[in-house]
T-cell receptor, first 114, second 108 residues
């Protein structure tokens, strides 16, 4: 298995533009997580899905952020409109189950909003 | 107060030294995770444990549920162990609490 695949690896965009981050989880994993990492706040859980259904989106910072999982092999995190304070590394992770199973992280997308 | 506290924040060691990183948590958890973030940014899940001890190569993780404390040990440390080590505790609601990370530098 190629692991959790995220794209793009790097994204530079202008303030106000729409940004879409993509994630392909490991086949067979029931859970998918989106995290954001910044120097100020460290790693934060934004949202997670179970069997393609969003379970907890309390970590999503604002309405400008939205996430979807249209099928078991694909998820997107969208920011519209983007702002400079959204600059961070966004990680996607998948897991076979929560709690007692390990997580596999993608390589992350480094987003810079100028 | 953070739900997950890690110490130390920064650690410099000579190659070959035994290293310990500590994590204390205040939330009820189903399991505790140790993550390793390489200088390039990638994150690897090292351990997930809910009791006792786990070992993988030179890495050992222990947890004391009663004391709400976990430790990550590295034996015979090597420069390639240089990374940020993060303790993460998901509560029963699957909300993750992360420690601030321990930045480890192993000098040859």
């Amino acid at each position: 298995d190629a692991g959790v695949i995220q794209s793009p690896r790097h994204e530079v965009t202008e303030m106000g533009q729409e940004v879409t981050l993509r994630c392909k989880p490991i086949s067979g994993h029931d859970y998918l997580f989106w995290y954001r990492q910044t120097m100020m706040r460290g790693l934060e859980l934004l949202i997670y899905f179970n069997n393609n259904v969003p379970i907890d989106d309390s970590g999503m910072p604002e309405d400008r952020f939205s996430a979807k999982m249209p099928n078991a092999s694909f998820s997107t995190l969208k920011i519209q409109p983007s702002e400079p304070r959204d600059s961070a590394v966004y990680f996607c992770a998948s897991s076979l189950a929560t709690g007692n199973y390990g997580y596999t992280f993608g390589s992350g997308t480094r987003l810079t909003v100028v | 107060k953070n739900e997950v506290e890690q110490s130390p924040q920064n650690l410099t060691a000579q190659e070959g030294e035994f290293i310990t990183i500590n994590c204390s948590y205040s939330v009820g958890i189903s399991a505790l995770h140790w993550l390793q973030q390489h200088p390039g940014g990638g994150i690897v899940s090292l351990f997930m444990l809910s009791s006792g001890k786990k070992k993988h190569g030179r890495l050992i993780a222990t947890i004391n549920i009663q004391e709400k404390h976990s430790s990550l040990h590295i034996t015979a440390s090597h420069p390639r162990d240089s990374a940020v080590y993060i303790c993460a505790a998901p509560n029963t609601g699957n909300q993750f609490y992360f420690g601030t990370g321990t930045s480890l530098t192993v000098i040859p």
